[in-house]
């Protein structure tokens, strides 16, 4: 197994431990997420240079002007999508380094996840190699068209911020499905989630956040 896996100080299990009980604190209560958290390393997602940080419960830089999503944030969109429901078939949207890949990975049977910025793809690729993660497949591509060949979806994730719900994304969803993600322009963004129910969508409001904004278009293989 790969050593940088275990963690010590900083990166150990203890230190994990104590992000799960701050967002125990917050108001997460899905003990599947909570526990999902817990396993997951997160320092192997970023530099070594902020490992140290990286159980704060905080986003950070993984470059390419991108973040590691907040714990809290990925706690919380998964329980979102998650609550009365076993979702079997899930679509993610900004893979980023693949920390809520990671998570997600190990709560749902099926994966698929679509990232923009090649150069991230591949780091996420590799981090879930080395966690042994095997369910997800990946697409370089823009998630504003979302992955129609694999849907419809029970569940989709989106990592970043349009101005407005994409149609396409939501004409994926199956029925009772559920999209979670950030809406609106910088400052002014929203959680929202959309359920599919056979009259349409049903829209909820869970609170404000902060996302980057969702881009269209495709940056890649060489960081173009
Ligand atoms: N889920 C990641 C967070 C990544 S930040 C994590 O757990 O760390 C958001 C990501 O969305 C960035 O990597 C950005 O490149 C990507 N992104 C932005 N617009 C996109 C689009 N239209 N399609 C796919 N990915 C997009």
Redesign the pocket.
Known sequence: MDPRLDGIGLTSARTRDRLVERLRAQGIHDETVLARIRDVPRHI?IDEALASRAYEDTALP?G?G????QPYI?ARMTEAMLERRSPRTVL??????????AVLAGIVPRLFT????AP?LARAKENLRALGVDNVRFRH????EGWRANGPYDGILV??APPEVPAELLSQLAPGGRLVMPVGPEGRQVLVRYTRRETGCVREELGPVS???????V?GPAGR
């Open positions: 997602f993984i390419y991108q973040t590691i999503s990925v993610e949207v900004g893979t980023g380094c693949g920390y809520q890949t679509i990232e923009r910025i991230l591509g823009d998630g504003y990592a970043a996302f980057v904004p969702l881009l269209a278009g940056v």
